[in-house]
């Protein structure tokens, strides 16, 4: 029973795939885990986050799976991203950068086989536009995201600042909700904003104010098939 509700978020992904989806998006995870582990933790935690983000926004069964897949595979496309870009220890160039930028396409693209995917790969293609319309690939604004993207975005940016990359220190989750706060209705959509700070403001997200990876990772990683050591 308990086994059930620890592992309810990748059961609820689990649930509306076959065996050979369900086979593929894990082998996915794994190639993802063993090339750049930090962003594979990355994607299990804004997963779990943003399905709970969603769920707290009213959004249906469905569509929450559809965040949770969106959140498990939007950085998929890194796969695709040089070695040299991926882990380099100081701040990107203008190039660096745009080779990064690269990643929701790339990610949307590596996703076109699994026939049913088409609304995860719009949530995926669309997680780096911003509400101001600045954003990635399309510069879409306001409205014309979609509002799972919004939801995707703030809660890979939130848990992006919360860790640590090689040129810069994380900020604690105080700072991070204040940043993205002061970035509402720029980057973020007011809505997706209020969501995300509304789940760290009730009582029982206390414990989760802090992003947990090894708690996240311990129920994920105990559903792939083997343990792959890095
Ligand atoms: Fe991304």
């Known amino acids: ?40 933790q990355h994607s299990l935690r804004v997963a779990d986050l943003a399905r709970r983000i969603s769920a707290r ?14 959140g498990l595979l939007h950085d998929i496309g890194k796969l695709a991203v040089p070695d040299q870009v991926l882990n380099k220890q100081s701040k990107l160039t203008r190039s660096e950068r745009q080779e990064i930028a690269r990643h929701p396409t790339l990610s949307s693209e590596i996703l076109l ?19 101001d319309g ?4 399309s510069g879409r604004r306001g409205d014309e995201i979609l509002i799972e993207s919004s939801i995707l975005a703030v809660v890979d940016a939130f848990d992006a600042v919360c ?9 604690t989750s105080e700072e991070a ?13 007011p809505a997706a904003v209020h969501a995300l700070v509304e789940e760290f403001e009730t009582a029982d997200a206390l414990e989760s104010r802090v992003p947990e990876p090894a ?3 311990d129920r994920w990683d105990s559903l792939l098939p083997f343990k792959v050591s890095s």
């Open 163 to 171: 860790h640590e990359r090689p040129y810069r220190l994380p900020l």
């Open 57 to 70: 926004f009213g959004l249906s069964g469905t569509e929450q799976q559809d965040v949770l897949l969106a």
């Open 1 to 40: 029973m308990e086994q059930n509700t620890i592992h309810s978020p990748i059961l609820l992904a689990a649930s509306s795939l076959s065996a050979a989806e369900w086979a593929a998006l894990q082998t996915l995870l794994i190639a993802l885990k063993l090339r750049d582990e930090a962003t594979y």
């Open 177 to 189: 909700l204040g940043w993205i706060e002061s970035e509402s209705g720029r980057q973020f959509r």
């Open 134 to 137: 600045t954003g990635y690939p």
């Open 215 to 217: 708690k996240v990772l």
């Open 113 to 131: 086989p699994f026939g049913k995917f088409d609304k995860v790969r719009a949530i995926i293609l669309q997680h780096h536009e911003r509400y």
